[in-house]
């Protein structure tokens, strides 16, 4: 399995959103995720995951780093830099989603993959 992930940057702060109820890890806050669908390109994959599921139309996006995901056997995660168009956002299988200073994002309880990533940042942003 392959998986892109976003991340936004802006003022210093990061998006993050909350898994929902009834999802593995539910309540936990992940950076912007989607599982690649057969025959998408990363690039799309990770276009469809701000676009589906917070209604943000990415204006550009930049490979930074990939490793193999701590909880899911088998998976490997694909993590972009992006920045979007200004939009007002729209869940869509989350339950909540906030821009939150890297430094406060350890107060959080973050999804293991999402930990290996905020461990990583440091060296690409």
Sequence with gaps: ????????????????????????????????????????????????????????????????????SACVPGCRLFTFKVNFFETKMSLNGYKDARWVRKEKLCRLRLHPDSVTMVKEIKNFL
């Design 1 to 68: 399995m392959l998986v892109a992930c976003g991340i936004a940057e802006r003022e210093g702060k990061l998006l993050v959103c909350k898994r929902p109820s009834g999802v593995p890890y539910a309540g936990a806050w992940e950076f912007p995720s989607e599982e690649l669908a057969e025959g998408e390109t990363l690039e799309n994959c990770v276009k469809t995951a701000f676009f589906d599921r917070i209604s943000a139309v990415l204006a550009e996006n930049r490979a930074i780093f990939a490793f193999d």
